[in-house]
């Protein structure tokens, strides 16, 4: 144990993610461990190895050699010293694996693991680790049993057994189910198909690892369109032949996103049918991860490509407001316009403000009929009057001024300001209704009073940003520096990065100088999209952010909707409970 302990902090060094192997290194540079283990045939449970072999090779050149048995504790299948000769008598002397584990880790350290059928052998490594209190480096770790597959076609060789390629490359060692000289066999069969690779314009030990693994024809004729893209942020877009974008992504490094399509983690269908279609990728490089969301969002927007399912049609809200005339009504419309009396929205979708409506009309005595009401005529009630869900403006039971105070203020109230008492009244709703063991028809209730506060924080959160002319924020860039924004009435209008070392200011009045224009408008989003505005409200509000200079004091209502978050989030989370439910 105090062996163990010694020798932890040394291995503490090696990257438990990468293995210390940069992905774009050339193949005739990458060193390589080929390791081959024997084991008693068993489950890799931490113990069962029996013998380790390791070579170390870098451009065909051997680097050093690590060979020795080891000790399982217990004794061997007769079957496993009629394969391998290795015997009981020949493992007595030989160091535990525990001891052995120190001195293969270093062996492998900074170096690409090879194996053949790399999961068994890996396997059993792992598991003793864990046992024995080592940390595995996690290196990338390339399988020739794999890669043979994607190589070598079948006319070629039968099968892809080890000691089949060994033949066929003409190894100079023939594997002999000892642990060494299957290593040293497993060498050159890597050897050959590193020079078969070529000719798949693989040359990367990144790339050799993504090929050797399950990718489709598509994905690996189309591989070249990740050639020569910026490692930076920013966006990427595949074009078809036509240049008719087809799919608009973003990411902090355009480089290696691109390059994951083309791996066998991805597995989507669409995806599949997009790099079918797509001809080029075209790369647009931004200042920082913000500049790269909203320019995302502006694209979907403008293009719709056929891939994207999100964002689309950003024009594509729906809004509840109150109708003009005596007796007002909620309606849901397409656009909003100055002289609307109150407003809720937007909503991405028709029901979703239907929903909100159904809060509103259980909360207070809003008409629900679609007639127009006139102050001299009268015209017959419905019979949600008779029921007493409505005051019945229609046969001038309730005063315009009563109606005012009653059902039409609590809804402008609401929206931008204190939504006490819609909240209070569906609240008492719904515990009437869970007394009465009417339990759906709360969760009904509960749905809809999670609407309206849904909606109403969004818009009074949304109101209070595109209220500012302006507001410029920085946050620490990863590399050193400051990332800046400039946003002027919810829009990002410029964005750009301070070098470390380099003063801010400078970069930031460079930015207002070639910033873009935006006009104040009406509602809580009139210079951009919804998405764009609550894309700039996420990083504005992240604990790093410093908010620099702003044109005005940037405040949400005292007694706003923001201050019943919890309770949003509490009927959000039993309604997702509840659907959960149901479907098991």
């Known amino acids: 144990m105090a062996q163990q302990e010694y020798l932890q902090p040394a291995l503490a060094g090696l990257d438990p993610t990468t293995g210390g192997v940069d992905p774009a290194l050339p193949l005739y540079a990458t060193t390589f461990v080929v390791v081959d283990l024997e084991t008693t045939g068993g489950a890799p449970d931490g113990g069962g190895i029996t013998e380790i072999g390791a070579v170390k090779v870098r451009g065909g050149e051997e680097l050093g ?27 007595l002397p030989a160091p535990p694996v525990e001891q052995v584990l120190p001195s293969f880790l270093e062996f ?28 595995w480096p996690n290196p990338r770790v390339l399988d020739t049993a794999a890669l043979a597959r994607r190589v070598l076609l079948r006319d070629e060789v039968p099968n892809r057994k080890l000691g089949t390629l060994a033949a066929y490359f003409r190894a100079a060692t023939q594997p002999t189910h000892r642990a060494l000289d299957d290593a040293r066999a497993t060498v050159d ?106 320019r995302e969002l502006r694209l979907i927007g403008a293009h719709a490509p056929p891939y994207n399912r999100r964002s689309k049609f950003p024009e594509r ?46 909360a207070v005595p809003l008409r629900q009929c679609t007639h127009r009401l006139s102050l001299r005529t009268v015209t017959p009630a419905c019979a949600l009057a008779e029921l007493g869900r409505c005051p019945a403006p229609c046969e001038h039971r309730i005063t315009p001024e009563e109606y005012d105070a009653r059902a039409v203020t609590p809804f402008a109230t ?67 520096g400051w990332e800046l924004a400039l946003v002027r009435h919810g829009r990002l209008a410029g964005a750009g990065v301070s070098p470390p070392g380099v003063h801010p200011r400078p970069t930031l009045a460079a930015i207002r100088a070639t910033a873009e224009t935006v006009s104040p408008g009406h ?23 410093r908010l620099v200079e702003m044109s005005a004091g940037w405040a949400s209502p005292v007694g706003g909707a923001a201050r019943f978050r919890d309770l949003l989030t509490k009927a959000e989370s039993a309604a997702s409970h509840q659907l959960w439910s149901e479907r098991s």
């Open 65 to 91: 050699v690590l060979a020795t048995l080891v000790n399982p504790g217990v004794p061997i299948p007769p079957f496993i010293t009629v394969l391998t000769g290795i015997t009981q008598a020949m493992l």
């Open 108 to 135: 492998v350290s900074d170096a690409v693991l090879v194996a053949h059928n790399a999961p068994y052998d890996v396997g059993f490594l792992k598991a003793a680790c864990a046992k024995h209190g080592y940390r």
């Open 189 to 294: 069969v890597l050897h050959g198909l590193i020079g078969r690779l070529g000719g798949h314009r693989v040359d990367t030990i990144g790339d050799a690892i993504e090929f050797a693994r399950a990718v489709t024809p598509t994905q690996r004729r189309k591989r070249h369109l990740a050639e020569g893209l910026p490692k930076a942020p920013g966006v990427y877009i595949f074009r078809a032949a036509d240049d008719r974008p087809l799919y608009v992504g973003t990411s902090r490094d355009i480089a290696t996103r691109v390059r994951s399509y083309f791996t066998a983690a991805e597995k989507r269908a669409r995806i599949s049918e997009m790099l079918a279609a797509a001809e080029r990728v075209e790369a647009v490089e931004c200042a920082h991860s913000l500049e790269a969301e909203v």
């Open 317 to 362: 809200v729906v809004w509840l407001k109150l109708t003009d005339g005596p007796y007002p009504r909620l309606s849901v419309v397409r656009e909003i316009s100055p002289g609307d009396r109150a407003f809720l929205g937007p909503f991405s979708s028709r029901r979703a403000a239907e929903l909100a409506a159904a809060g509103f009309h259980d």
């Open 414 to 480: 609401a929206t931008t300001g204190d939504p006490q008492p819609v909240v209070d009244a569906l609240l008492a709703r719904i515990e009437a209704l869970a007394a009465g063991q009417r339990y759906e028809e709360a969760a009904v209730l509960r749905s809809r009073l999670a609407a309206v506060l849904r909606a109403a924080v969004r818009m009074q959160r949304l109101a209070a940003l595109s209220g500012l002319a302006e507001v410029a924020a920085a946050h620490p860039a990863a590399g050193g």
């Open 523 to 545: 509602g809580p989003v009139p210079a951009a999209s919804p998405e764009e505005s609550e894309r700039i409200l996420s990083w504005l509000e992240r604990p790093e952010t």
